[in-house]
């Protein structure tokens, strides 16, 4: 059980749990997740964490079929630039390791941006904090959970 899990079921969230064997020598931990489940990947979100001018770290969700436009994302928290978490700051801030990072069951609640592709799909899947684990919810939900903000991430 991890966090992210415990938090939806302690608050009688509709979802689902997905599981997996994590190849080790995967390069792509998200697209690793939709082949192994057979889902369509982008339908599969990775969780990515930056940190912005001022310091704060902010959660960034985008499909693992894109990389993250960093310039968007800055816009979007309203930061002049924003550069990608360094891996021990990510780690400490959420409490998961990366390749593991859930947007839900972190440490401190951060502010959270979904792409606005989420919201073609009933439902996502994202990472359950663990490596191998999937969680399945709708986007409405985690945005609801999270307190996060739709917008465009991708270029």
Do not use: C, W
Request: proline residues 5%; hydrophobic residues 40%; aromatic residues 6%.
């Amino acid at each position: 059980m991890t966090p992210a899990i415990t938090l939806l079921e302690q608050g009688k969230h509709l979802h689902n749990i997905h599981k997996y064997e994590h190849d080790k020598q995967a390069e792509s931990y998200g697209l690793e997740a939709a082949d192994k489940l057979g889902l369509s990947p982008p339908q599969v979100f990775k969780t990515l964490l930056a940190e912005l001018d001022n310091g704060k770290m902010v959660v960034a969700l985008v499909p693992v079929t894109h990389q993250l436009n960093l310039k968007q994302l800055a816009k979007a928290a309203k930061a002049k630039k924003a550069q990608m978490g360094q891996p021990a700051k990510v780690e400490n801030s959420t409490g998961y390791v990366l390749g593991g990072v859930s947007p839900l069951g972190q440490k401190r609640q951060l502010p959270t941006f979904i792409d606005d592709s989420a919201g073609q799909f009933d439902t996502i899947y994202v990472s359950a904090g663990k490596r191998g684990l999937e969680i399945e919810l709708a986007p409405e939900l985690l945005a609801q959970i999270t307190r996060a903000t739709f917008t465009s991430l991708t270029a």
